[in-house]
């Protein structure tokens, strides 16, 4: 592993990987390729350690020509595939981009590297990262979702990632392509857009505005830190086998409604409301979206004990931590958002810090 070709390193789990990858591997090139949609910014890749070792295109994972060419002219051994269109809402209202993106995609990614390292001398390694939500939900009593469990997706956003993974598999099976997947539980941390449950939760309540819950907030998910992720994808890199499938979780499956009342308790104490009353007070139950699977949970014997893999963050403190982290970085959020709303917001609470 000498020269990385990061696709989606712009956005939240992406530019946590880069991050984490030049940290951690200081002699190793990588290169990011994002197309800089809604969800992946620059401002994610500012500060990076070892800037002198990172590229950044600005380009699509479906131009063939383009990459073509970075695979050509970086020489790359190792691709690191997280570009996606990756919320369920918005595959709900308009599935196509998750079509093309997901799918033809992934495609691209895979023919290009094909092409590029047929009858060259490796190591090389494609590594697909896929997401749990592909085996679909579990009913009360289920085993958690291994690397063994069939597919079952649910939403145009899951069936076009259940797609990719079968995409990788094929060349990985037909065309001996290098192939590892990684099937993840839901992300939360620094650099997260803030549409998903916890940033939105976490922003919503530093801004005084109501907590949208769905349903009575019952839902389960497995909640694994992005460093702890990031970390896991390093580890299937340099020990992981060909052809190989790694479930990584975070050891944890608190209900939704549980989550935000954790992050209101932790805001009560690090940023009180002004008329004060507690952040739960802002909680309001929302139609649930449709579709919406019940449970997540994940398995992760495998990675544990072939890569000797274990989470580090506990969930009290990765959210504590994650908290702190929009509080102290509102010039991010101010560039993410965009908004009058959140502009006014930000000069009366932040003009005395």
């Not at 990719?164 to 620094?190: F, K, Q």
């Not at 963050?313 to 102290?328: A, F, P, V």
Request: charged share 20%; net charge negative.
């Amino acid at each position: 592993m000498k020269h990385v070709l990061v696709t989606g390193g712009a956005g939240f789990i992406g530019s946590n990987f880069v991050r984490h990858l030049l940290a951690s591997e200081p002699e190793v090139r990588v290169v990011t390729l994002d197309l800089l949609t809604y969800a992946g910014r620059l401002e994610n890749l500012e500060n990076l350690p070892n800037p002198q070792q990172h590229r950044f295109i600005h380009g699509n994972i479906c131009d063939r020509p383009l990459v073509n060419a970075i695979l050509a002219e970086e020489a790359i051994d190792t691709i690191v595939h997280f570009a996606a269109e990756s919320h369920v809402d918005r595959s709900i209202s308009g599935p196509m981009p998750f079509i093309e993106t997901n799918i033809v995609g992934t495609f691209t990614l895979l023919e290009a590297a094909r092409n590029a390292w047929a009858e060259k001398s490796g190591p090389f390694r494609f590594h697909h990262v896929s997401t749990d939500e592909v085996f679909g939900a579990l009913q009360p009593g289920d085993a958690p979702f291994s690397e063994k469990t069939a597919y079952d997706p649910h939403s145009p956003y899951s069936a076009s990632k259940a797609s990719s993974d079968h995409l990788v598999r094929a060349y990985g099976t037909t065309y001996h392509l290098p192939v590892t997947i990684s099937n993840c539980s839901n992300n939360y941390g620094p650099y997260q857009f803030p549409e998903k449950l916890i940033p939105l939760m976490i922003l919503n309540g530093m801004m005084q505005k109501p907590l949208p819950v769905y349903g009575q907030g019952a839902q389960v998910r497995d909640w694994l830190h992005v460093e702890d992720h990031c970390e896991a994808i390093l580890r299937i890199l340099k020990q992981g086998r060909d052809g190989e499938t790694y479930c990584i979780g975070g050891d944890n499956q608190p209900s939704n409604l549980e989550i935000v009342r954790t992050i209101c308790d932790l805001l009560d104490q690090k940023l009180p409301l002004a008329n004060g009353q507690p952040h739960q007070s802002l909680i309001r139950f929302v139609t649930d979206r449709p579709g919406h699977d019940f449970r997540y949970d994940i398995d992760t014997a495998k990675i544990e004990q072939e890569l000797g893999w274990k989470p580090k963050h506990n969930l009290q403190q990765g959210l504590s931590e994650t908290i702190d982290w929009y509080l102290s970085n509102t010039a991010w959020l101010q560039s993410v958002m965009q908004k009058e709303e959140f502009n006014a917001w930000l000069e009366q609470n932040y003009q005395q810090r």
